[in-house]
């Protein structure tokens, strides 16, 4: 009797460690795979928003003032050229909140939330390649 109940003990010892043991490969499969993804979200995102940061224009002279501020066509074109900024920093503006929603460092964080926060045309994003290299870990 004591022999038949200690085989059946090593036998589910054996069944539970087993079961554990396929219970954490699984969990630790499922980490990866979604570390992996967002590894790649951020991958994603950091990269159209550098390239869009980079192809970003400066915000074009003002002209009040000036002579070309008296030609109906020049003020045509000035206002043609700010309309297409300001068109261009709304892309890089809703590129910067994607950005923010998946990163984890407080110093990129924060960085981001005061470009999406600001109205200023001469806040640009700079140093932040640094940032996102650090978070991405390359």
């Given amino acids: 009797m004591l022999k038949i109940t200690m085989e059946l003990f090593l036998v589910i010892l ?6 554990g043991g396929v219970w954490l490969g699984s969990w ?18 950091y990269g159209r928003l550098l390239s ?3 192809s970003e224009g400066n ?14 066509e020049k003020v045509a074109e000035y206002n043609r050229k ?3 900024w300001r068109r261009s920093r709304n892309a890089i503006k ?3 909140a994607e950005a923010f929603l998946i990163t984890q460092n407080k110093k990129l964080r924060d ?10 045309p001469d806040n640009i994003l700079n140093r932040i390649e640094d940032l996102m290299r650090e978070e991405i870990e390359i």
């Fill in 14 to 19: 054996t069944g539970l460690f087993s079961l």
């Fill in 82 to 84: 700010v309309e297409e």
């Fill in 59 to 72: 915000y074009p002279h003002d002209i009040a003032g000036s002579v070309d501020s008296y030609h109906v």
């Fill in 111 to 120: 960085k981001l939330s005061t470009f999406i926060s600001s109205r200023d």
């Fill in 28 to 45: 630790l499969s499922k980490r990866r795979v979604k570390t992996q993804s967002l590894m790649e979200t951020k991958i994603s995102a």
């Fill in 52 to 54: 869009a940061i980079r």
């Fill in 94 to 96: 809703g590129l910067v």
